[in-house]
């Protein structure tokens, strides 16, 4: 017994002693960035402390080496994120070989269970790098501690969520084939459930810039690693019961050089092949290299963890290779892989592991947070593997063999997801799971993870998805139930929020519960799997009073009500729910204010005597997962004094058909009674609320009812009933079954056609165009055309259209399907139906349906194709159509055209009464020949379905002559006006302000203009020298006669010019008309001070040649008197078009010139040929190249036979002449 007693005096010392040591002090002095490294400068600085590091060490002496089945008596504290100390029972877990740790005897790392919270963990490394660590907690985020300032003295403690983004840009390269294990993908429940911990001898080598990053010595290096490793196995034993130790000989591949170290880039390559020469690959069973480069990694293979040739492949790269996102973000991940586990995000297409089972980006260690942008579900990862890697990673370690099998002695938990069940749609839900272990000092922790795979095909969950993941993953708790969605999503009033999603549409959900029991050093971990049916045709089940701020009577009874929606039949068959109260704004539901009541939408409670402002109430099925909440917090308080007098203001609103809202004016104090029937009910359905406002629901649609309400007061007196107000319910809310196509790549419907439904479309999987309607008599043939669009060659579809006469939501009734297609290539296809006399008036839903290969269903999905829905408006019987179409004209009814020119009809549109647009069936007459002048005339008619023929309408088009300019002109050339006798036939403009004048000698201003003409005696000129008559800006214009340049192949004008005086003389320009001075155009211009002499022009009037053209110098003063411009000299020279060459043994050449008029013509065309020649062959084209004259002529041809129109003209006998284009009007 004294010995007993002494030794546990001398445990109780040595607690005692390691409890009093605090190494810890709260720093508040101001924070600087000055002796910060890049990895410090990113943490955050909310909890600084200063550490004894010194005091800690000579207090870890002490530290026994970890044993499974002896705890340490040894007690260090350590601060949390909230700035208090907690106390953990701590050993020595040695990252390093035995032999490692005797050359680096500062490098050490530990493992610590938490004195007051076993759950609590801690792993922590110190060196001469000071101290890392690792805190993980059920329930709480993880927690680290990291050197805050060079000196080693300052530590920041933090939760990741308290620190900003810092992974941003890192990239896992690892391909999904990369498996180079003998396993495959299992992701069926396998656990650490065999109480064995595994060691794995790793090799860690280090590039030289890594080395330097952490200060340049193999030592620094080897402390580094130390760290990582130390987090990195605190989540492994905690999820695997792996552990790795670094191999004896680890500093032989710490490289401090980047000059001289094997690593250029091909990491993956050269780390095997420096491993397999360096370490030799029977002397570890993982390899991994550790980079300062860019941010990414890739672990060379998955599942190769003892794979010769393949296990020393892995790398992990950051330009910051330290801290919490490195080690647990990006090396614990790449070795995840290496272990054998595959990405679990869905934020990036499939990689067809079956273990996508993350909405987004995903928030375990094998998803990607916080580096996928907008599908980031969190900027970090949390510390812990999902469910489906634990199940890869388990399943592929027991299948090797390279690693030491300690056995813990540690029992495995048992899990109990309870049964499965089927709930309603849009319904939240809460899963319960129970789990138990023989290990009476393990405390469990719980995660529910859904386990459905969706290859990637939508990252966001979605209410109307039938596969895929619908539901994030949480980190481990203490409560073996989860609420989906989150409490918070629910208490808002919904059922989704961006990472959870509530089926809305029928599907199931598989879950896994796993269970963890946290043994410090190798835990172990096991699961059991259920599913949740959501039916289709039930719910939302939904809370629907009290739903909102209301305050309430302690001590009254009140009305709960529901909407059943259901929920007692359709597999769900919860005959019964339970009605519990939250006091703490929906967090906790302790209170039970009925239970196995039916589940007939409402019942009666007392208001019990708990007084306060944030209070719930939920109705869930008994024994069973479903369930709703009020949307908003109401209030309980104490009863007040009470008047039953009859309420006022009573008001029925929120009418649907299966309820509606009646609410009245508060009476102090009291509480309500509250009556309402069908009119022609002989009794009433009674209630009880303590509100103003009551949901009467389970209500019958399109039915007349009535309601009263009276005053309750306490102490049982009660008011008369008020006036009866009626009501009467809407139409059935209609709900049609899902259709969709699972492939638009090759085919859809572009466009369908009933009445006035003419809607085309771009492919869609289901397209909802019940915005779009038409109406259809009971009797009438109706006719549909559907045209099917194909990307690419053309397919065999099958179509088929549904409508649903009794208007029932179903498409399966006899008739419904009204018109369908075998499949063919036809394209558009057309069908005729019949609508029913018998069939239900009003608004309903038509299905139109395109699939391949095959007659589609009116429900689920096809393959290849697309659905569209549109409503069809049923009315009474046919009626007999004898009204005709209206037609309208579009655009002008009499159009003017020149010969030549574009036509494009606009056409008409047609209305009919009965039928609608009609346009596309217009018949139009008639055709206009824009190369042929004269009247034309379109008629336009149409006739409805019912064959009555619109009052046609025309349109007259009449084709003109093309307008060649002047004529009657001067077709002479050479031609030439020196001005000597008068201004020949050239005119003053009435248009200007000054009047050219002819000259004989100098001009009579000093210093400008010329002193004689060029050519003969006089020139002419614009006097400018009189003020606000000759300048500034006045404008002289001289007009040429016409000039017909037909029948030319080129002309040139030439001309005498003479610009002196001052700079600011003004502008003279040559112009030229083609439509007789309506516009002009400058094809020559001048301005300033020229000098003192006649200057030459020449300009060509090729671009004229077959025009009739006009001529005009337009003269505009500058801003000086000494401006006198003058011209002389004129002349157009031209070559003939008909000129010919005719060419004899290549000795002689004759110029024979050809030539025509009048242009244009009416009756007859006369010729100008050269002398000596008599009679010539001649052929006339029309502009199709045709001949259609051909004959010998003298000098004329009668062309009145031919049509107006534009006529090419060819001497045959000389076949190198120009051809003669002519008008024949």
Partial sequence: MKNKLFLAMCMASTILFSQNSNFWKQDNSQRSNASKSALEKKLPDKEIYNLDLKGLKKALVKAPKRNFNKKSTLIISFPNSEGRLERYYVSEASVLHPDLAKKFPNIKSYSGTGVDNPLEKIRFSISPKGLQSIRLVADKPAVFIEPYSKDLKKYTIYKRLDKPKDVEGFKCDVKPGDRKSRKGTNTSEKNADDGMLRTYRLAISTTGEYTAYHGGSKAQALAAMNATMTRVNAIYESDFNVTMVLIANTDAVIYTDAATDPYTGSFNSQLQATLTSVIGEANYDIGHLFAKAGNNGNAGCIGCVCVDGNKGSGFTSHTIPAGDAFDVDFV??????????????????????????????????????????????????????????????????????????????????????????????????????????????????????????????????????????AFRSYSPTTNPSRYFPRLETIKSGNTSWKWEAVPSVARVLNFRLSVRDNRVGGGSNNSDDMKVTVNGSAGPFVVNSPNSNVTLSSGVTETVAWSVAGTTGNGINAATVDILLSTDGGDTYPITLASNVTNDGSHNVIIPNVLGTENRIMVKGSNHIFFDISNANFTISSPQSCTAVVPTGLLVGNVSDIGAIASWNEVLGAAYQIEYKKITDSSWSSSNTSGTSFVMANLEATTNYEVR???????????????????????????????????????????????????????????????????????????????????????????????????????????????????????????????????????????????????????????????EDYTVNITGDAIVDTEVPVLTLLGDSVVSLNIGDAYTDLGASALDNIDGDISGNIVTTGAVDVNAAGTYTLTYNVSDAADNVAVSIIRTVNVNEVFTGCVNGINSYPYAESFDNSFGLWTQSSNDDVNWRRKKGATPSGGTGPTSATDGARYIYVEASVRKTGYPNKKAILNSPCYDLSGLSSATISFQYHMYGADDMGTIALEISEDNGVSWNSIWNQSGNKGNSWLSASISLNDYVEKGVQLRFNRVTGGSWKADIAIDKFEITAVNTASIVSRENEKNEEVIRFSVYPNPVSNQINIIKPVGLKTVNYGIYNSLGQEVKKGKTFNSIDVSDLQSSIYTIIFKEYKSAKSIRFIKK
Avoid at 366 to 395: C, E, L, N, R
Avoid at 400 to 427: E, F, H, L, M, R
Avoid at 787 to 816: H, L, M, Q, R
């Fill in 332 to 469: 614990a991940h790449e070795m995840g892989h290496q272990f054998g586990g595959n990405h679990t995000w869905t934020h990036g297409g499939n990689e067809g592991k079956n273990v996508q089972m993350e909405p987004g980006s995903g928030t375990t260690i094998m998803g990607y947070a916080g580096i996928t942008g907008a599908t980031d579900v969190q900027p970090h990862s949390d510390p812990y593997f999902h469910a489906a890697t634990i199940a890869q990673v388990t399943d592929y370690i027991k299948s090797t063999s390279c690693q030491t099998n300690t056995p813990t002695g540690n029992t495995t938990p048992v899990a109990n997801a309870g049964s499965d069940y089927t709930i309603p749609k849009g319904t939240s839900f809460v899963l319960n799971g129970v789990g138990t272990d023989a290990d009476a000092a393990d405390i469990l922790t719980y995660s529910w993870e859904q386990m459905d795979e969706n290859g990637a095909s939508s990252t966001y969950p979605s209410t109307t998805a039938t596969s895929g993941v």
């Fill in 709 to 867: 309400v009276k005053a309750v007061c306490s102490d049982g007196n009660m008011s008369d009933f008020t006036s009866i107000v009626d009501f009467t319910t809407t139409e059935v809310q209609i709900t049609y079954c899902d259709a969709k196509s699972t492939n638009i790549n090759d085919e859809f419907i572009g466009s369908v056609k009933l009445n006035t439904i003419d809607n085309t479309s771009s492919g869609q999987f289901y397209s909802d165009f019940t915005s779009i309607s038409t109406t259809v008599a009971r009797g009438a043939v109706q006719e549909i055309t559907i045209t099917p669009t194909w990307t690419g060659g053309s397919y065999n579809e099958g179509y088929a259209v549904w409508i649903d006469y009794n208007k029932n939501g179903s498409f399966s009734d006899t008739g419904e399907l009204v018109w369908s297609k075998s499949q063919s290539k036809d394209t558009p296809v057309v069908g005729n139906f019949t609508v029913p006399t018998t069939a239900v008036l009003g608004d309903t839903r038509m299905r139109v349906a395109m699939q391949y290969d095959a007659i589609p269903s009116p429900c689920g999905d096809l393959n290849y194709g697309e659905v």
